[in-house]
């Protein structure tokens, strides 16, 4: 097992966590693909959830949650990994 494919085990179901004014309890970090179309140097995003999923919605049209992290640095290690695919 590759140590992103270790990190990707350590990914948190949507459903474990609880909206908690603009962010979610307990705080959790989402990995997001942005649409192929859209003019930009990366189709993997990163961030607080809900909240960067909202940025980029507004941004991009659209986005999907590909994992859900409990730590920050787990959803930066699998959005830049996948984005050098």
Do not use: W
């Not at 990914?11 to 192929?36: D, K, M």
Request: proline share 6%; with cysteine.
């Amino acid at each position: 097992m590759t140590s992103i494919e270790h990190i990707i085990t350590r990914a948190i179901s949507p459903s474990s966590v609880r909206p908690n004014g603009r962010l979610t309890s307990p705080r959790s970090y989402g990995v997001y693909r942005i649409p192929t179309s859209a003019d930009s140097t990366s189709s993997f995003r990163f961030g607080n959830h809900p909240v960067r999923q909202r940025e980029l919605e507004r941004e991009f049209g659209s986005c999907k949650l590909e994992y859900l992290f409990a730590e920050r640095t787990d959803a930066k290690a699998v959005a830049q990994h996948q984005a050098g695919k």
